[in-house]
């Protein structure tokens, strides 16, 4: 409740800075991945400050708010399930991989995969917007879709998701909700470019230790 409370008080971009920055720290990239270690609590925190930033694209993130907020709730089972023995990520994973359920619809290793990718969305729409903020949002958005999540969605989720880019709000509008009532544009751009530079880190540590299970080249069902 304590987080919450400060989510909602504080801008999301720097609730997942303040976040990413300890999870960067405990990380343990490398090739032994059996050694890895990604924190369940966090990643998934992390993951709920996304579904805020998404819905400040609007409806146009609809589905995929969902999917995502379906992904959390399948990881939030298992770690309350056991929270000592799934407080790493990796070890939920491994037992999947174990036990030969990773590949189902419903495990958590799949959630951990869609995770990942609608991660990597957000990482290419900020990374595009700090880059040339006079671009327009729309093209922003698809072009990041295009280049995350496209490949892996089926033509009916593709479809929905070029319809809904009608309703992608402007520029100065997407700017001002990730802003705040108190913010300005500089801190904005400052704090994106931290984001930014934090997720790249996580994001390519989540690739490794998903093409080591086999899991990287799934596609939606």
Not at 72 to 81: D, M, N
Not at 167 to 190: A, I, S, W
Request: with cysteine; glycine share 4%; hydrophobic share 40%.
């Amino acid at each position: 409740m304590k987080r919450r409370r400060e989510m909602e008080r504080g801008s999301e971009i720097r609730s997942a800075i303040e976040e990413l920055t300890l999870m960067v720290k405990v990380l343990k990239p490398g090739d032994d991945h059996d050694a890895a270690h990604i924190p369940t609590k966090p990643f998934i925190y992390v993951c709920n400050l996304v579904i805020q930033v998404l819905d400040k694209i609007g409806p146009t993130m609809a589905v995929l708010r969902q999917d995502i907020h379906q992904n959390i709730q399948r990881l939030e089972t298992a770690h309350e399930s056991d929270p000592l023995l799934n407080s790493n990520l990796v070890e939920i994973l491994k037992k999947e991989s174990s036990e030969g359920n990773a590949r189902k619809v419903t495990s958590c290793s799949r959630a951990f995969l869609w995770l990942t990718r609608s991660m990597d969305f957000t990482l290419a729409l900020l990374q595009k917007l700090a880059k040339d903020p006079e671009q327009r949002m729309e093209q922003a958005v698809e072009e990041s879709y295009n280049t995350t999540l496209k490949l892996w969605h089926g033509w009916i989720s593709s479809a929905a998701f070029k319809v809904a880019l009608k309703l992608v709000p402007d520029n100065e509008t997407f700017t001002n909700l990730l802003m705040g009532k108190d913010g300005n544009y500089e801190t904005l751009k400052e704090e994106m470019q931290t984001l930014i530079s934090l997720f790249l880190p996580l994001l390519e540590e989540n690739h490794s230790i998903l093409s080591f299970y086999g899991l990287e080249r799934l596609k939606s069902t």
